[in-house]
T-cell receptor
Framework: DTAVSQTPKYLVTQMGNDKSIKCEQN?????MYWYKQDSKKFLKIMFS?????LIINETVPNRFSPKSPDKAHLNLHINSLELGDSAVYFC?????WGRGIGNEQFFGPGTRLTVL | GDSVTQMEGPVTLSEEAFLTINCTYT??????LFWYVQYPGEGLQLLLK?????DKGSNKGFEATYRKETTSFHLEKGSVQVSDSAVYFC??????????FGKGNQVVVIP
């Protein structure tokens, strides 16, 4: 059973297109996250949702819009894709958004987005 | 803001050698500290964690101790295997459980 899953695993698209990445977790967690890993493997948080409500919104362009239909899903929609959006996008989840002892984040396998 | 600094550059070593990866942090308050590992083509896996000063996290032969006086969380393993080849990330959690990651260190273990 995959705890945190993402689709698709690879996404190749043209500049200017709109695309979505889906994430699902079956851990019963309340909080989900999106991280971006650039070509140098640097990871930075983009968003987090707790029980469908936005908690964290880092300085991400408005072209990126997360959507959480329920607490087990957090999708990422990207409008007007640019070359600089090429990266690996990781979804993660945690029990909640506090910093308690058991509150580590579990990561999905990643989606490699390539914008041509 | 809260941040993590890892030593620069890849680490290449022979099987059964001793591994150390340095990690220091800057934080207001008392963050939780983590080491994550990323195997080729995979997502991140939590390797170990520590939530307060002097705590030692350990897993799969790896250890790291939360040192408040030196603001460090160095990762060590006494005898590495080829299967330990991966990228290792030090991280801390701060406001709303967001993770701040270091730049990662590629570890290559040669047979």
């Amino acid at each position: 059973d995959t705890a945190v899953s993402q689709t698709p695993k690879y996404l190749v698209t043209q500049m200017g297109n709109d695309k979505s990445i889906k994430c699902e977790q079956n851990l019963g967690h309340d909080t989900m996250y999106w991280y971006k890993q650039d070509s140098k493997k640097f990871l930075k948080i983009m968003f987090s949702y707790n029980n469908k409500e936005l908690i964290i919104n880092e300085t991400v362009p408005n072209r990126f819009s997360p959507k959480s239909p329920d607490k087990a899903h957090l999708n990422l929609h990207i409008n007007s894709l640019e070359l600089g959006d090429s990266a690996v996008y990781f979804c993660a989840s945690s029990q909640d958004w506090g910093r308690g002892i058991g509150n580590e984040q579990f990561f999905g396998p990643g989606t490699r987005l390539t914008v041509l | 803001g809260d941040s993590v600094t890892q030593m620069e550059g890849p680490v290449t070593l022979s099987e059964e050698a001793f591994l150390t990866i340095n990690c220091t942090y800057t934080a207001t308050g008392y963050p939780s500290l983590f080491w994550y590992v990323q195997y080729p083509g995979e997502g991140l896996q939590l390797l170990l964690k520590a939530t307060k000063a002097d705590d030692k996290g350990s897993n799969k032969g790896f250890e790291a101790t939360y040192r408040k006086e030196t603001t460090s969380f160095h990762l060590e393993k006494g005898s590495v295997q080829v299967s330990d080849s991966a990228v290792y990330f030090c991280a801390l959690s701060y406001g709303n459980n967001r993770l701040a990651f270091g730049k990662g260190n590629q570890v290559v273990v040669i047979p």
